[in-house]
């Protein structure tokens, strides 16, 4: 079952919010409430009593368990922008916009929700076509396979070659005689 909390009109930045909200979506409400104890941010706080709300919607309205519950959503939406002027030079005046955001959090106890796992590096894999800026030679290698060749089966790896000699710096063609 779902349970909604929303705080409306918060003073914060919905840019700031969404990234803390990023870090707890999928998380089991224990582990979402210890990253936002220790998320060094205004935005934490909000999040964190928001969602302390929903706990406690979901164990007083719908008498679910806290230990089984999962956030399934954590959304920050803009809220209305207060507008105040700050004087400026020559009797102009500059903007100042104080912005505010509504966050919304869903919890849920179904088992159907994926927990989150902790970050893993992604690994791109890189294609064997080589690249290039003309349009009629990238329709032509994407249509031919690629092929791999291992270092062992290439010519240059079978033989051995010695190390490239560096030339010796060339000997100072005459020398200055010195004055005395």
Known sequence: MNVISTCKYARISAFKAREVTREIQGLPVSAALDLLAFTPRKAALLISKTLK???????????LRAESLVVREAVVGEGP?????????????GPIRKRTSHI?????????????????PASRKKS???????????????????????????PEAAAPQAP?????PPAAAAETPEKE
């Open 53 to 63: 709300s929903a706990i406690a919607n979901a164990e007083n309205n719908n008498n």
């Open 128 to 154: 064997a076509a080589p690249k290039s800026k003309s349009k009629s030679a990238k329709h032509a290698a994407s249509e031919e396979p690629a092929v791999e060749t291992s270092i062992a089966e290439t």
């Open 164 to 168: 490239a000699s560096t030339p010796e």
């Open 81 to 93: 922008t207060m507008k105040r002027f700050q004087p400026k030079a020559r009797g102009s005046a």
């Open 104 to 120: 919304r959090i869903i919890v849920t106890d179904e088992i159907a929700i994926e927990t989150r796992s902790p970050k893993k």
